[in-house]
């Protein structure tokens, strides 16, 4: 007996230590927005091997408004938040490969929060530890309960000049990584925050049947959006800030209940009362969602 536990130990050290390293590549791509060749993040888990037959979950992340860029020396920005953020700078054992790609300007640039980031704002993966992480926003706005909003007619389905003008290049990257990596087809996920996660709505509604589930984050998906994902019964996990000063939280209700009504049970909607709109921040710092999106599977 201790001879075969001290054998099998053996071969648990060397896997462990004959684990790759994780990789943060670069891809290459002409956008069909522009005709212009840009680049999105490939980001493979410790422990990839693409020798190996072991097929891996996917994570599509779309980024906020703030990381705009062309896509080739701004792409660093798309470090800044989020999984990619977790993975790379944090250094933490996340088993996804992951696509990170960058939204292009759309005449956003003179935004003062674009306009006057620097490179000097782009987090480092240090050679030792980690860098310590940022304060959240505070807030002095005092916790308040949702108010009802009986019409979204008025209110417009997405914001502007977002996630779905760059549509066809997401599908692209997602059919390049499929022919490129060792990925799970059942096992396809997309989350986003703020802006992406606007674009992890309209991607989730157009395309319910790529995806495994869809977790957006302090943006509430419009109604009009609704049925397609009630259908397919797609998992999703709505999270909403409750001291936004971004985003409405109040819309976010509409959608969650147009989802009950259309008999959609596969839902999870957490309000952060206490948070401002970069509530992403305890989200992806957790270990919950990355839990939840494993779970689920196509």
């Given at each position: 007996?201790?001879?075969?536990?001290?054998?099998?130990?053996?071969?648990?050290?060397?896997?462990?230590?004959?684990?790759?390293?994780?990789?943060?590549?670069?891809?290459?791509?002409?956008?069909?927005?522009?005709?212009?060749?840009?680049?999105?993040f490939v980001?493979?888990?410790?422990?990839?091997?693409?020798?190996?037959?072991?097929?891996?979950?996917?994570?599509?992340?779309?980024?906020?408004?703030?990381?705009?860029?062309?896509?080739?020396?701004?792409?660093?920005?798309?470090?800044?938040?989020?999984?990619?953020?977790?993975?790379?700078?944090?250094?933490?054992?996340?088993?996804?490969?992951?696509?990170?790609?960058?939204?292009?300007?759309?005449?956003?640039?003179?935004?003062?929060?674009?306009?006057?980031?620097?490179?000097?704002?782009?987090?480092k993966r240090?050679a030792e530890?980690?860098?310590?992480?940022?304060?959240?926003?505070?807030?002095?706005?005092?916790?308040?309960?949702?108010?009802?909003?009986?019409?979204?007619?008025?209110?417009?389905?997405?914001?502007?000049?977002?996630?779905?003008?760059?549509?066809?290049?997401?599908?692209?990257?997602?059919?390049?990584?499929?022919?490129?990596?060792?990925?799970?087809?059942?096992?396809?996920?997309?989350?986003?925050?703020?802006?992406?996660?606007?674009?992890?709505?309209?991607?989730?509604?157009?395309?319910?049947?790529?995806?495994?589930?869809?977790?957006?984050?302090?943006?509430?998906?419009?109604?009009?959006?609704?049925?397609?994902?009630?259908?397919?019964?797609?998992?999703?996990?709505?999270?909403?800030?409750?001291?936004?000063?971004?985003?409405?939280?109040?819309?976010?209700?509409?959608?969650?209940?147009?989802?009950?009504?259309?008999?959609?049970?596969?839902?999870?909607?957490?309000?952060?009362?206490?948070?401002?709109?970069?509530?992403?921040?305890?989200?992806?710092?957790?270990?919950?969602?990355?839990?939840?999106?494993?779970?689920?599977?196509?």
């Amino acid at each position: 007996m201790l001879g075969r536990i001290l054998c099998w130990c053996v071969v648990l050290f060397i896997a462990t230590v004959s684990a790759s390293e994780p990789q943060l590549l670069r891809a290459d791509y002409q956008s069909a927005v522009d005709g212009l060749k840009r680049q999105y993040f490939v980001y493979l888990p410790r422990g990839y091997d693409q020798k190996a037959v072991e097929k891996w979950p996917v994570l599509l992340f779309l980024h906020g408004n703030g990381e705009r860029g062309n896509g080739l020396d701004e792409l660093d920005y798309t470090l800044i938040h989020g999984p990619l953020y977790e993975a790379w700078v944090q250094k933490r054992d996340l088993p996804f490969i992951m696509i990170v790609p960058q939204l292009h300007m759309f005449d956003m640039g003179t935004l003062p929060y674009i306009a006057n980031r620097t490179k000097a704002d782009i987090p480092k993966r240090l050679a030792e530890g980690v860098p310590p992480r940022p304060e959240m926003f505070p807030s002095d706005s005092p916790i308040a309960p949702a108010q009802v909003v009986n019409d979204m007619a008025k209110v417009p389905v997405l914001l502007p000049n977002g996630w779905e003008r760059a549509e066809q290049d997401l599908l692209a990257m997602l059919a390049a990584v499929d022919k490129n990596y060792n990925t799970d087809p059942k096992r396809r996920y997309i989350s986003g925050i703020s802006y992406g996660g606007f674009g992890t709505w309209y991607m989730a509604s157009k395309h319910p049947q790529l995806f495994a589930a869809a977790a957006p984050v302090v943006a509430w998906g419009h109604p009009d959006l609704i049925p397609p994902l009630a259908a397919a019964k797609l998992p999703l996990w709505v999270i909403a800030a409750g001291r936004d000063s971004a985003i409405n939280k109040d819309n976010f209700y509409p959608g969650i209940e147009k989802l009950r009504q259309l008999g959609h049970t596969n839902v999870r909607f957490s309000m952060l009362e206490q948070a401002e709109h970069d509530a992403w921040r305890q989200v992806y710092e957790g270990w919950d969602i990355y839990g939840w999106l494993l779970r689920q599977e196509r």
